[in-house]
């Protein structure tokens, strides 16, 4: 038999299956991270962040980020296994996240994996890193059941998604510009904060006063898409503008100001979303998703109009390896087959 057969064989066993291990790598930005999950579960979830090399440049250097995946990959899949407890004969799949992100990191995590395929006939498993991103609501947790309605926030989408099962989600509204995590980092950027901008802005929001007036898009518009470069742009006017005049900000409440508009619009839009759409829970996902005031308005929201609201952990939020494991798993109970060997990464997935 050959290598394709091999692995068409051995995926229709894991389609029968629901406690093999897989091994998941995630290197799609700037961490480098793995994962060994069992279905639903994590067994480990290592995540080797290059912040601190990139902060210097005020945002992520992708050929630099592509060197520094290379020199970590193997302690962090080292490491994953040792703390999982378990050792590379007894993983079933390698799952790796092949797009959207930078091409030079995909590749680097895409490489890796093949080769491991390839090496020891496991059957390998390409994951949407969004698709992982949305799938982390179901880490540990059997209680949210398809279909279900997700708000998705990172540093480059937000969008609603109606999501019926992995290989059928359809999107109800999203940016028309930039990403709710983008407008974080920019306005943090024009405030002096670090890369990246959210935590910092979510910081600063805490000890400031929503005082300033923020625009807000496509206002009384009966549909769901969402602009955040008008509000960007607002902020970084007001900075300009008050520079301008010789007069002091106070960051804490330009922070404050914009983190409540940026955060109001996901929430006001997810709860039409879900009204619209009859659904009866929002699950929340994406970098965008660690944000407390998000998590806790959006709590807030959808409990008086009766909806229920899943929050992944923080940790499981940001980019990790984990979300791409328990993602491969649904992939295969749903019918996918394992990848063959000119499976490439793609930067631009949609
Ligand atoms: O999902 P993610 O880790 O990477 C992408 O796939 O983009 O999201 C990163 C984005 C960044 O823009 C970052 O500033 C933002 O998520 N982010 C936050 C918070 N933590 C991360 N935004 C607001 N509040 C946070 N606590
Ligand atoms: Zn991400």
Do not use: W
């Amino acid at each position: 038999m050959d290598y394709n057969e091999k692995i068409k064989t051995k995926i229709e066993q894991l389609k029968n299956k629901e406690d093999f291990l897989i091994l998941a790598i995630e290197t799609s930005c700037d961490e480098t991270a793995a994962a060994v999950t069992r279905g639903r579960k994590v067994l480990s979830n290592i995540i080797s962040s290059q912040i601190d090399i990139h902060k210097r440049f005020g945002g992520v250097v992708p050929e630099i980020a592509s060197r520094n995946h290379i020199l970590a990959i193997d302690n962090v899949i080292e490491e994953a296994l040792i703390s999982a407890g378990v050792q590379l004969k007894d993983i079933s799949a390698v799952a790796v996240t092949y797009g959207a992100g930078l091409l030079g990191a995909l590749l680097v995590g895409v490489s890796y994996a093949k080769a491991l395929s390839y090496a020891l006939e496991l059957p390998l498993i390409g994951v949407n890193h969004i698709k992982g991103h949305v799938f982390a609501n179901f880490i540990d947790s059997d209680k949210l059941k398809f279909p279900f309605l997700c708000l998705l926030a990172s540093g480059g989408h937000t969008e609603i998604l109606k999501v019926n099962g992995y290989f059928d989600t359809q999107a109800l509204g999203k940016t028309t510009d930039d990403a709710a995590g983008e407008a974080f980092d920019k306005v943090a950027r024009v405030l002096g904060l670090p890369y990246p901008g959210g935590p910092e802005i979510e910081k600063y929001a805490q000890k400031g006063q929503n005082n300033i007036f923020m625009p807000r898009a496509y206002k009384g518009e009966s549909h769901l898409n969402f602009s955040y470069s008008g509000l960007k742009t607002a902020v970084i006017n007001y900075v300009h503008n008050s520079k301008a005049r010789g007069q002091t900000i106070n960051p804490y409440d330009v922070a404050c100001s914009f983190q409540t508009e940026a955060v109001g619009a996901l929430i006001d839009n997810a709860i039409r979303a879900a009204k619209r759409e009859n659904m009866p829970c929002i699950a929340l996902a994406g970098g965008v998703a660690a944000n407390t005031a998000l998590r806790e308005g959006l709590k807030a929201a959808a409990e008086r109009e009766g909806i229920e609201v899943f929050l992944p952990s923080k940790k499981l939020c940001t980019d990790n390896a984990a979300m791409i494991g328990v993602a491969a798993h649904f992939a295969v109970k749903e019918g996918k087959g394992g990848e063959d060997l000119y499976f490439d990464a793609n930067a631009a997935l949609e």
